[in-house]
């Protein structure tokens, strides 16, 4: 199975664009993914 992540975009209420129509696809197999979460910190 693919995990297929499409047209995300972040903007913070100041008006900062964190990400624009983000695409993302993971493939069936992936074993080395990391997780970017809030603040930014890798998982």
Same mark, same amino acid.
């Given at each position: ?9 972040? =903007? ?10 983000? =695409? ?12 970017? =979460?809030?603040?930014? @910190?890798? @998982?």
């Amino acid at each position: 199975m693919e995990l297929h992540i499409c047209d995300v975009s972040k =903007t913070y209420p100041n008006g900062v664009q964190a990400l624009k129509d983000v =695409t993302l696809t993971i493939p069936a197999g992936c074993t080395a993914c990391s997780v970017l =979460t809030v603040p930014g @910190r890798l @998982r």
